[in-house]
């Protein structure tokens, strides 16, 4: 799918109503619902994995374990899930489209397949598999992209990490990075019906708070700091 169509489709990304206007979900909803849903899959996925190794499933073995276990940082995020996430909208101005093909490969990285162990979204390996999928979901979506070190500093990590993880990314994925149409607009009305939910809206409010705590800064030693460009 040519990145042209993905912008098209969500930037158009539709809300029906009772009247059946349609109206585009901003950045700030995406990043709203997607946060939700990532919170209800890490629960989820912490109770699945309980007593095992987080992050990959039994399935996964020999290189591809090696691969997953390299996102299993051993820490969880010191900040919210829209926090994290909202970081990219605001400083890598990350798109709509981009966060909606992050989320299906990390969807694709839950059901396994083409000979791939399941690697699962846990408390432990949210932060480098989360700025992982944006990265390389960036890549193939937009036709111009911040450097890997730019992307490194707004997800906390370093450039030298980052560049490895997204290897081991691709790998993982078995370089399978295209979205069809019709599954891009799938996922599309999959956060569509989060929003028909509440969930979107609701959340808009503690997004203002967050706004402000990060205008607010932070200090020079934090992995958190404002990247320069």
């Known amino acids: 799918?040519?990145?042209?169509?993905?912008?098209?489709d969500a930037c158009g990304f539709p809300c029906g109503g009772d009247d059946g206007?349609?109206?585009?979900?901003?950045?700030?909803?995406?990043?709203?619902?997607l946060a939700s849903l990532l919170e209800r899959h890490i629960a989820r996925n912490e109770r699945a994995t309980a007593g095992a190794t987080a992050g990959h499933g039994p399935e996964a073995s020999g290189e591809d374990a090696r691969r997953a276990a390299a996102f299993d940082g051993g820490t969880v995020l010191d900040m919210g899930m829209r926090e994290f996430l909202e970081r990219f909208s605001r400083y890598a101005h990350v798109s709509p489209q981009v966060y909606v093909v992050a989320y299906a490969y990390l969807d694709r990285l839950r059901r396994g397949g083409d000979g791939a162990?399941?690697?699962?979204?846990?408390?432990?390996?949210?932060?480098?598999?989360?700025?992982?999928?944006?990265?390389?979901?960036?890549?193939f979506v937009e036709d111009r992209n911040y450097k890997n070190s730019y992307f490194a500093a707004v997800g906390g990590l370093s450039a030298a990490e980052l560049s490895s993880l997204e290897l081991d990314f691709l790998f993982l994925m078995r370089f399978r990075l295209n979205v069809s149409v019709s599954v891009f607009r799938s996922?599309?009305?999959?956060?569509?019906?989060?929003?028909?939910?509440?969930?979107?809206?609701q959340v808009e409010r503690c997004l203002?708070?967050?706004?402000?705590?990060?205008?607010?800064?932070?200090?020079s030693s934090s992995p958190w700091r404002v990247p320069r460009r």
Do not use: F, W
């Open 21 to 33: 206007a349609m109206a585009a979900l901003s950045p700030t909803v995406v990043v709203s619902v």
């Open 208 to 219: 203002e708070k967050v706004a402000a705590a990060i205008d607010g800064g932070r200090t």
């Open 187 to 201: 996922y599309c009305r999959h956060l569509e019906r989060e929003v028909g939910h509440g969930g979107g809206y």
């Open 1 to 8: 799918m040519a990145s042209a169509e993905l912008g098209s």
């Open 117 to 139: 162990g399941a690697v699962r979204v846990v408390a432990t390996n949210a932060q480098r598999l989360l700025t992982a999928a944006i990265l390389v979901a960036s890549k």
